[in-house]
């Protein structure tokens, strides 16, 4: 079994193994010319849920550190002040946040708002020459989401994505094993992901904020799980969906989809996103010589998991923690993640998604290359 020792030395290894390709923040961008490269200073915008549990991780990071807040609603704001000790002049509204160009204290917004506020909200940041974090699904289309990179490219600022499951421990080491053949020649990939959503007036379920169900909220996880889990892209998708409450779950708002994909390599995969089942958290591998396995897979953690080799023995450290500590490594001394978390790798997703809504709409095998 792993102790402890081993998965710091492991850990130790992999960081050692990634190239640091430059010290520097991304040539170019004012506004980190001057950083001392310690600590990130991050603004968060929109004060919900998701933004509460990043904002309480982020108390434990090392090289991020909670200095701004975007809300419309100025009694968040205070409360938010009082909590973390923000400025006032740190603070800002939905219409006046571009001012944030001229905030030399801060470094990088992270857009925690509704899926489809995410686009403007994103290159609004960018065109104030701020460095971008944005949570899951980055935009609702491909086509959004390549609008969001080419702005961050043109503003020379990142653009990164929530995806906190690519620094999990226990994902990490099943990834280190396909890379090292300790599991052969991968051949199957099942992906569980739902839950049942509850009132339906949240606007997860409406079109216009969330861009689509289900699949936009947690079948990503499933579409982005198979990705890194095979290491393969998809060349192909097909899908079906099913729809049991048409009052709930409106035209352009799925519920469940099933949804299977063809890699290069000949590895296949099947997976099932919904929003009207419970205990849908999982993830099997399969390769010729061995399997992995995880449920919960994705959730906020611990992650469980074994392989045909034992149980999965890396400690569970909080997920935004590691993630906004590893985001700052990236931004502020360029290392590169073992796997990406990109704008580029989230128009990955995304492609994929738009295919899986065209394969379930139209009944057909859809390409994607
Ligand atoms: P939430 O409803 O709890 O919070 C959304 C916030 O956006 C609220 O503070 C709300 O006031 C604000 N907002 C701004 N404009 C709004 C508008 N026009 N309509 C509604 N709300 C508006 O949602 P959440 O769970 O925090 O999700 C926010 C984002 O974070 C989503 O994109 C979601 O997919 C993502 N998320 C990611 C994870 C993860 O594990 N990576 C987990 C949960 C949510």
């Known amino acids: 079994m792993d102790t402890r020792r081993d998965f710091l030395r492991k850990m130790a290894v992999a960081s050692i193994a990634l190239p640091i390709l430059s010290i520097k923040h991304k040539s170019g961008n004012k506004n980190l010319q001057n950083h001392n490269g310690q600590v990130l200073r991050v603004a968060i ?3 919900g849920g998701y933004a509460s549990m990043v904002a309480e991780a982020m108390r434990d990071c090392k090289s991020a550190k909670l200095v701004g807040l975007i809300s419309g609603t100025p009694s968040k704001i205070k ?3 009082r909590k973390y000790g923000i400025a006032e002049k740190n603070c800002y509204n939905y219409e006046n946040f571009d001012e944030v160009r001229n905030n ?3 470094d990088a917004v992270y857009v925690i708002t509704p899926n489809a506020l995410h686009h403007d909200q994103v290159i609004r940041v960018a065109n104030a020459g701020k460095q971008v974090i944005c949570e899951k699904p980055m935009g609702i289309s ?3 989401g390549q609008e969001m990179v080419d702005a961050c490219k043109k503003a020379n600022v990142h653009l990164l994505v929530g ?3 690519h ?4 994902t990490l080491e099943i990834i280190r094993m396909r890379n090292e053949g300790e599991f052969g020649k991968i051949s199957f990939f099942q992906g569980l992901s739902g839950f049942v959503i509850g009132d339906p007036t949240q606007w997860r379920l409406n079109k216009a904020l969330a861009g689509g169900g289900a699949m936009m909220d947690i079948g990503i996880y499933s579409v982005n799980g198979s990705r890194y889990m095979v290491g393969e892209e998809p060349i192909w998708v097909t899908a079906q969906e099913t729809k049991t409450d048409l009052n709930k779950f409106k035209e352009g708002v799925d519920e469940t989809i099933q949804f299977q994909m063809g890699f290069p390599s000949g590895a296949v995969a099947s997976c ?4 009207n089942m419970n205990n849908l958290d999982r993830f099997f591998l399969n390769g010729m010589d061995g399997f992995a396995e995880l449920q919960p897979s994705t959730g906020y953690g611990p992650i469980e998991g074994r392989t045909h080799k034992g149980p999965l023995t890396q400690p569970h450290i909080t997920h935004q923690t590691v993630q906004m500590d590893e985001m700052a490594g990236i931004i502020l001394k360029g290392k590169k993640p073992i796997v990406p978390v990109d704008g580029e790798e989230a128009v990955k997703d995304l492609k994929i998604i738009d ?3 065209l394969a379930a709409r139209t009944g057909t095998k859809v390409n994607l290359v």
Do not use: C, H, V
């Open 142 to 144: 491909a086509k959004e």
């Open 104 to 106: 030399p204290d801060i």
């Open 79 to 81: 409360n938010w002040q």
């Open 167 to 170: 620094f999990e421990a226990k």
């Open 272 to 275: 099932l996103s919904t929003y």
């Open 45 to 47: 915008m929109g004060l």
């Open 163 to 165: 995806y906190r499951m």
């Open 355 to 357: 295919a899986i809504y």
